[in-house]
């Protein structure tokens, strides 16, 4: 069964369709690819998934943790190469608030991002820049 339903609406741009909850996302091409740069390019999408699963894959082990890391932040830093055009790297800063857990815990946390299926799905040659910053 399928998990996402996309339409071509033109101009290079798509409407996807997630199929369980009906969400939809908009993606546009990037102006420095002919495009319009409205939304989300689909390697900016690329680059937020790797962001979004890392820190998923935090709250589930925080949850079995008793850790609450609501409000943490991060932000995504996506580069492009040329021939052929790819994502070159991406960039993952986490920002946390004042957590009152041990390096065990620290330890857990970080290797369940680093780890997570985003990443792991991702090429090796894609560099993965993922930072904790920690209070």
Not at 77 to 95: D, G, H, L, Y
Request: net charge negative; glycine share 4%; aromatic share 6%.
């Amino acid at each position: 069964m399928a998990t996402v339903k996309t339409i071509y609406k033109g101009e290079l741009r798509t409407e996807a369709t997630h199929l369980q909850s009906g969400t939809k996302i908009i993606t546009d091409a990037p102006t420095d690819n002919n495009g319009k740069g409205e939304a989300f390019s689909p390697t900016d999408l690329v680059a937020a998934a790797l962001g979004s699963c890392a820190m998923t894959i935090m709250g589930i082990v925080a949850r079995r943790e008793n850790i609450d890391l609501k409000d943490t932040d991060f932000s995504i830093t996506k580069i492009m190469a040329a021939e052929p055009r790819r994502i070159s790297e991406i960039q993952v800063e986490f920002n946390f608030p004042k957590l009152d857990i041990d390096d065990r815990q620290r330890q857990l946390l970080e290797n369940a991002a680093l780890t997570c299926p985003v990443a792991q799905s991702l090429k090796t040659e894609l560099v993965q820049n993922i930072k904790f910053n920690w209070q």
